[in-house]
């Protein structure tokens, strides 16, 4: 047989052998509320009809108390500081089961709701927190590799790399921009709660990262001409042209993606070849010889196209011997020909 109300004290055991640290109520024989160090307990009536009853109201509790527990699972076995926030939160669930036994489910359960979201805001202060510490870690190494990265070239014995140190540049320029728009907006972006840190801190890396490419990537742009930004009077060459579309490419997610999209890729036709005909050419047999495209014949309209160049294509000046004449009489006759207007104005 179990234990009684009565039976339940401080430092005790209860029935399924946890040492019970708090007692926040009990009211024998009808209910016992304390804390062990998993959760909150309830001890139902010692009479098992009364106890029967209790179970069926407190049942709509039942799933506020455990995601409750779950949220503050890991305070209890933390530091000093996260001890007290349980044994805080602890005590407003006790109240509320307290408050429920007595018959008042329905107060009981916005009392938890409210203890749910606050933990709920404590947990995502905390993972904004965290979130910040990770963007910020992010920056500060892309920002460091790219100081090194930069202090190893020397334009003046390479004026090549003046291209690299300014790709260089930028990508640090990026990380630092992603760095200033994650702490702008953090209050309105998306953060998991604490307890999913990883996720978190995957995030925030992965927008650092965005920032430094996308800065590196504007850079490149303009240093190649294929976009054109105007910062006042400012050299597009100098650095500090350089550091500041480096810093706005990384703040705006969405700028170079944009730029990418309107970048127009040129190139050149292909020429077209020659048509070429073998024999029966000025450069011997078998030697290939260009063939003159055929003139133009007459258009949709009925025009001629003109000759190309004023180069007259009639032959002329060649002698014709006498047999190789035909005689008027030896022509086949002639068909079609122009008819004769008719009516008036006809001439």
């Known amino acids: 047989m179990g234990k009684s109300i009565a039976d339940l004290v401080e430092n005790a055991d209860d029935d399924m052998g946890h040492r019970i640290l708090t007692m926040y109520g009990r009211k024998p024989p009808e209910y016992a509320v304390y804390g062990t160090d998993q959760r909150v307990k309830i001890q139902y009536a010692d009479e098992p009809t009364v106890a029967s009853r209790q179970r069926n109201d407190m049942a709509p509790l039942n799933p506020l108390r455990g995601e409750i527990t779950g949220w503050i699972d890991g305070w209890r076995r933390g530091k000093a500081e996260r001890r007290a926030d349980a044994a805080r939160y602890e005590l407003r669930v006790a109240g509320a089961l307290v408050l429920a036994l007595e018959g008042d489910t329905a107060t009981a359960q916005g009392l938890l709701a409210g203890v749910r979201q606050d933990i709920l805001s404590e947990r995502l202060a905390r993972a904004r927190a965290q979130y910040v510490v990770y963007a910020l870690g992010a920056a500060a190494s892309v920002i460091v590799v790219a100081l090194l990265m930069s202090s190893s070239f020397d334009i003046r014995t390479s004026p090549q790399l003046g291209d690299a140190l300014a790709l260089w540049r930028g990508a640090?320029?990026?990380?630092m921009g992603a760095f200033f728009s994650i702490a702008v907006a953090l209050h309105s972006r998306t953060v998991l709660p604490d307890l999913q840190w990883l996720d978190n801190a995957l995030d925030a890396l992965l927008r650092v990262a965005i920032g430094a490419i996308a800065g590196a990537v504007l850079v490149g742009l303009i240093r190649s001409d294929a976009v054109t930004i105007s910062l006042g009077g400012t050299d597009p060459a100098?650095?500090?042209?350089?550091?500041?579309a480096g810093f706005v490419a990384g703040f705006s997610e969405r700028l170079v993606q944009d730029l990418l999209a309107k970048v127009e890729v040129k190139t050149k036709p292909p020429t077209e070849p020659s048509v070429t005909a073998l024999g029966g050419?000025?450069?011997?047999?078998?030697?290939?010889?260009?063939?003159?495209?055929?003139?133009a014949g007459p258009s949709d309209d009925g025009e001629a196209h003109a000759h190309e160049g004023g180069v007259d294509h009639c032959l002329e000046n060649i002698t014709v011997e006498e047999g190789e004449v035909t005689k008027d009489d030896d022509?086949?006759?002639?068909?079609?020909?122009?008819?004769?207007?008719e009516g008036k104005g006809a001439r």
Do not use: E, H, M, N
Not at 172 to 175: C, K, L, P, Q, S
Not at 281 to 295: I, K, N, Q, Y
């Open 331 to 341: 022509l086949p006759p002639a068909f079609g020909g122009v008819a004769k207007p």
């Open 281 to 295: 050419g000025t450069g011997g047999r078998g030697a290939p010889t260009s063939v003159a495209p055929p003139p």
């Open 238 to 244: 100098s650095w500090l042209s350089v550091l500041t």
């Open 172 to 175: 640090g320029a990026g990380a």
